[in-house]
């Protein structure tokens, strides 16, 4: 006999940047109880997963650091690597070098496992088409193959949510506002490739789509 799919329970994929904090608060108000997961896999600052660290003890989340070296021995890249620069600007039809292949397959495969263990269905991942920037599994064709693999891969009803697909950044700030947090998403977040807090470093291209889509949705904001 199938579970019954737990309503009241769901897991993050949580990186502590503007995105998954985002999605984690969307989960809070949903459901009762939010379970959060990082990934450590050598990230060029460490500081991103203190980050993700404190925002979920502040706000009293579960949180669980899994450790994935093994992406970055499997592909160093500029987030992993200090010796290759980030790119400051690419062809858009190209990935960024900042892309590491098969990462959200491997982090929503992971986090899946741990949710059947922990009998909850709901998974909830910031990917986003509208900013694909050339990530082949941030489009909701891949989420939604996934969902099926992973449902088939284990016998299990997952959901698969994703709050952030068609929307934008300036929407996603908007998002943050309408859940009454766009001030702790502002000030509490790292998105900022040289792993500064908040605002950032102001010069990255984390930065300047963050500000960008921030900037936009202040001059609409009533
Ligand atoms: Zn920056």
């Not at 929503?108 to 509208?130: M, P």
């Not at 099926?148 to 943050?176: C, G, R």
Request: include cysteine.
């Amino acid at each position: 006999m199938k579970a019954l799919v737990n309503k009241k329970s769901a897991i993050v994929v949580f990186s502590g940047g503007q995105d998954s904090t985002t999605c984690l608060f969307w989960a809070k108000k949903r459901y009762e109880e939010v379970i959060a997961v990082s990934f450590d896999y050598g990230q060029r600052h460490a500081f991103e997963l203190e980050c993700a660290k404190d925002i979920c003890k502040k706000y009293e989340v579960e949180h669980h650091i899994l450790n994935l070296d093994l992406l970055n021995q499997l592909a160093p890249n500029s987030l992993t690597r200090v010796d290759i620069a980030v790119d400051k600007t690419h062809e858009t039809d190209t990935p960024p070098n900042s892309f590491v292949d098969g990462r959200n397959l491997l982090f929503l495969t992971f986090v899946a496992i741990l949710a059947k263990q922990r009998n909850i269905n709901h998974i909830i991942t910031g990917v986003s088409q509208s900013d694909f920037s050339g990530y082949p599994d941030c489009r909701d064709v891949f989420i939604k193959s996934l969902n099926v693999t992973l449902n088939l891969s284990m016998d299990y009803e997952f959901v698969m949510h994703t709050p952030l697909m068609w929307i934008d950044k300036m929407e996603t700030w908007q998002l943050a506002d309408e859940l009454e947090v766009l001030d702790i998403i502002k000030n509490e977040t790292l998105t900022c490739y040289n792993g500064i807090i908040g605002d950032g470093c102001g010069d990255c291209p984390a930065c300047h789509l963050r500000r960008n889509g921030y900037n936009a949705y202040m001059a609409i904001r009533k």
